[in-house]
């Protein structure tokens, strides 16, 4: 596909397993966290959306810029991150506008909450619906002539992938299997130190006269998200569960918990009104950071993994590196982004 002399082949036998769960929020700016490269990867990883959105023509069902609210406890401490973010704002256009709302402003942005915190309401935030959005790009990928294989595959060196009963010979060969990456690896004597965390969802739904598409999403500091969609859909979340391993199944405890966060900003909230209970498996690294590059050994086979909770936000600028890598139009490019490989392998 793409020109006369390459064909691409995407093997996957769970079609975006924690991309397809997780209905995500891009607006890495305000995080706690302190990993620079981590963040220098977050801000181009949501500046990069503009362009990803443009060329690959996502609709509004797929990603909406429709701002984000980030809240602390303490009255202080959000007049403090104010600061920063408008500092911040200064060298980073993507984030848009930066404002400190108080509670009213607050309720105005998102009428449904019966208790508004005051916070920071940063414009260029955004939400992407996960399955959505793993569905438009396998569309787009096939419509380019990528062959979409959902099959497990296994190394049988480091070249030929086995698959069925078939084995087929590859020049070059992508690794991003998330959580299952470890696994992937090991046949060609590699330990990748990933490790699994089960994340879980609630949706909650309203009537379809709601319109929370242009709500924007409110991050409370130490409860869980509130992110609202189209057709009277919130979406509470997530868990970070680990010791789970790979289960998938949804837990009574998990759900009680995100209810409960949610009604400390919509009190009215009831049982009754969760459709549907979503779980992913985030992969993690020991310093919660993302990895790519090639394997030491094996020059022609490139990994990337480690997304941890912000995937969705680094994974698409992460893919466009190691495609733009592979087609021969830059050097290897993501040093400043993430530790050389070896740190990952045990
Ligand atoms: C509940 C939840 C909420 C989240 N919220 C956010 C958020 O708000 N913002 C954000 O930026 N990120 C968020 N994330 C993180 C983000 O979703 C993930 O980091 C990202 O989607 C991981 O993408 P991936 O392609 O590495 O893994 P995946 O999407 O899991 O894809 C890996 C695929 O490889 C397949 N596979 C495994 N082994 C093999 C094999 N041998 N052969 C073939 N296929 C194989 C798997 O079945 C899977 O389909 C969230 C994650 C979860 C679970």
Known sequence: ??????????????????????????????????????????????????????????????????????????????????????????????????????????????????????????????????????????????????????????????????????????????????????????PLGINLEVRPQKGQLIDLNFSKDHHFDSYPVLMPESSSDIIPFENGKLVIGATHEDDCGFDLQPTDEAKQLLLSNARHFISNLSETDISDVRVGTRAYTKDFAPFVGSLPKYNNIYVAGGLGSSGLTTGPLIGYLIAKRLSGNSEDSWSDYSKPISNYIG
Not at 26 to 38: A, M, V, Y
Not at 59 to 88: C, H
Not at 138 to 158: C, H, M, R, W, Y
């Open 1 to 186: 596909m793409t020109d006369n002399n390459t064909s691409i082949t995407l093997f996957d036998d769970g079609l975006g397993q924690a991309t397809k769960a997780a209905s995500g929020i891009i607006s890495p700016w305000l995080s706690k966290r302190r990993n620079k490269r981590w963040y220098h990867l977050a801000k181009d990883g949501a500046e990069f959306f503009s362009k990803l959105v443009k060329d690959s023509q996502a609709s509004y069902d797929v990603y909406q810029r429709s701002g984000t609210i980030i809240t602390r406890n303490d009255p202080e401490k959000l007049t403090k991150l104010f600061e920063l973010a408008k500092q911040k704002q200064k060298s980073t256009p993507a984030m848009g506008e930066v404002l400190l709302l108080d509670q009213k402003e607050v309720k105005q942005k998102m009428p449904i909450l019966t208790n508004p915190p005051a916070g920071i309401w940063v414009s260029g935030g955004a939400k992407i619906d996960g399955s959505a959005f793993v569905n438009h790009l396998i569309s787009q990928a096939e419509g380019l002539g990528v062959e979409i294989i959902p099959q497990k595959i296994k190394f049988a060196d480091n070249h030929h992938l086995r698959f069925g009963n078939q084995t087929e010979s590859f020049d070059k060969i992508i690794v991003s299997t998330g959580a299952w990456i470890k696994q992937t690896v090991l």
